[in-house]
């Protein structure tokens, strides 16, 4: 392990700790969301104690794990759960910060876990390789060199160039593929169009979704990878019914919003942020999409 990987694991492990972070629901959350625990990857899994944090801020850095690739990474609490199989969807809690310890953006924020298919593409390539190496309920540190990040052009105005990340993960649950909203609704508009997504959408829901994962997240992933995919309208249909089913979030308002300025509806796209701000003046993207939005405007 280098020593700038060192270095920066150990801030990690000690800002885990200093800060409190903690993977799971907080006691009081937990008790509110019981009702829906057979259906929320996030409840399946025990938040991590204290001791187990401080543990590892302890352990040597030798401990920790550095492949070809350039991944190092900790397991900080092993639960020896299953791990994924190719095509099957892994959902985690994650907390992502500058090698620095600046954080940049948390799961935990949001209350959902994040979720992606495994083998399918859908991650950078150092979350994919780290994820390969963990099971349901285990716990790790993560760091990831620019190479198998985001690389010398960043992402947006929070990773900049040539940046390592340093991620604070939790596994917390598998499913199949067609267990998970947005692989389900993602399949019908490709082989049979919007209105059979749109439709069987509206079944789901009038179902409770049974068996099917759901959550706001959900429909967001949908919808972002339909805009990679330049299918705007689509993209569009799956934000605003996120708003609908969430009318309270600001979250829900601020992708729609990001939705429209990336179709090209400016206008749009600022009334809906300014109503995300109405919910949650304090929320990031938000504000930062206004910033954007009001600097295209000025002449």
């Known amino acids: 392990m280098s020593k700038h990987a060192s270095a920066g694991l150990a801030r990690a492990l000690a800002l885990a700790l200093g800060l409190g972070i903690c993977f799971g629901l907080p006691a009081a959350a937990a008790d509110q969301k019981k009702a829906s625990a057979a259906k929320s990857p996030a409840a399946s899994a025990a938040a991590p104690s204290v001791a187990a944090s401080a543990a590892a801020a302890q352990a040597p850095a030798q401990l920790g794990i550095t492949t070809a690739s350039g991944l190092t990474y900790v397991i900080t609490h092993a639960a020896h759960g299953r791990r994924a199989q190719a095509g099957e969807v892994m959902f985690s809690h994650y907390t992502v910060l500058l090698a620095d310890g600046k954080k940049i953006e948390s799961s935990l924020d949001h209350g959902d876990p994040f979720g992606f298919t495994v083998g399918a593409g859908q991650v950078i390539k150092g979350m994919e390789e780290v994820m390969s190496k963990l099971g349901v309920g285990d716990e790790a540190v993560a760091i990831m060199p620019p190479q198998i990040a985001y690389g010398e052009k960043g992402a947006g105005s929070a990773i900049p160039p040539g940046a390592t990340l340093v991620f604070l993960l939790h596994v917390t649950d598998l499913r199949a593929h067609d267990k998970v909203l947005s692989n389900v609704l993602q399949d019908l508009v490709t082989n049979q169009g919007l209105d059979a ?35 705007f309208a689509e993209a569009l249909t799956f934000l605003r019914l996120n708003t609908e089913a969430y009318p309270k979030s600001a979250d829900a308002f601020a992708n729609l919003a990001d939705g429209l300025k990336k179709s090209g509806d400016k206008a749009q796209a600022l009334q809906a942020c300014q109503h ?24």
């Open 197 to 231: 997504a749109v439709k069987r959408y509206q079944e789901l829901k009038a179902a409770q979704f049974g068996d099917v994962y759901a959550s706001e997240g959900e429909l967001a992933s949908l919808a972002y990878r339909l805009l990679r995919k330049k299918m």
């Open 276 to 299: 995300a701000l109405e919910l949650d003046p304090k929320n990031a993207d938000a504000l930062e999409l206004l910033a954007e939005l009001q600097k295209s405007a000025a002449p």
